[in-house]
């Protein structure tokens, strides 16, 4: 009887992300996890390099409402920093060409007053806890700045 009713739970932990990652009720098959650069390696261009070679994942691209305000909310709850790197940037100076760095359309904004910058290689963060985002240069590095990694769980 007791190992019976232990199945459920065995099976609920071989489906979810992996130890100190997280995922949403939106996409379980998207994991998250906060990894944070070395010393003098805190820009945008580094977060997305560790993001793939680490998880061979990218920042985190947040497609709605309902992800930014689960994002915010998880990172507020168990993290100590403002800013986090996501995946967003754009090389030229159209608003228009903001891309995300896993490939999807990048169709939700929630930029804070005065952005999103109108020059080229500007790069978003999300702003904890007020949930906004910010664009400063892709290469502006500050230890209070971690990054946001999204990968594929393969458990899922
Ligand atoms: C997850 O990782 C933490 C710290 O790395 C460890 O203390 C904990 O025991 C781990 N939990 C599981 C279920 O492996
Ligand atoms: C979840 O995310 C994966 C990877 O991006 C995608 O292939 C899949 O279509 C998504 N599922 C839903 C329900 O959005
Ligand atoms: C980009 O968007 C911002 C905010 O909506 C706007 O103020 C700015 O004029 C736009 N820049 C360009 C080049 O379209």
Redesign the pocket.
């Known amino acids: 009887m007791f190992p019976l009713l232990l199945l459920p739970f065995i099976f609920s932990l071989s489906y979810s992300c992996p130890n100190g990652t997280f995922s949403s009720s939106?996409?379980t098959?998207?994991c998250y996890t906060v990894l944070e650069g070395a010393a003098g390696k805190h820009s945008w261009y580094d977060g997305e390099a560790l993001c793939q070679v680490q998880f061979n994942g990218h920042l985190a691209s947040v497609p709605n409402a309902f992800l930014n305000n689960f994002l915010n909310g998880y990172l507020d709850a168990t993290q100590s920093k403002t800013h986090y790197w996501i995946g967003g940037t754009t090389t030229t100076a159209s608003n228009a060409s903001w891309t995300w760095t896993?490939g999807?359309p990048f169709t939700y904004t929630n930029w804070e007053f005065g952005d999103p910058g109108t020059g080229p290689y500007y790069c978003t963060y999300l702003e904890v806890p007020e949930a906004l985002w910010g664009s400063p240069y892709c290469s502006y590095s500050s230890s209070s700045y971690a990054f946001l990694c999204e990968f594929?769980n393969t458990n899922n």
């Open positions: 939106l996409n098959s998207i896993d999807t594929l």
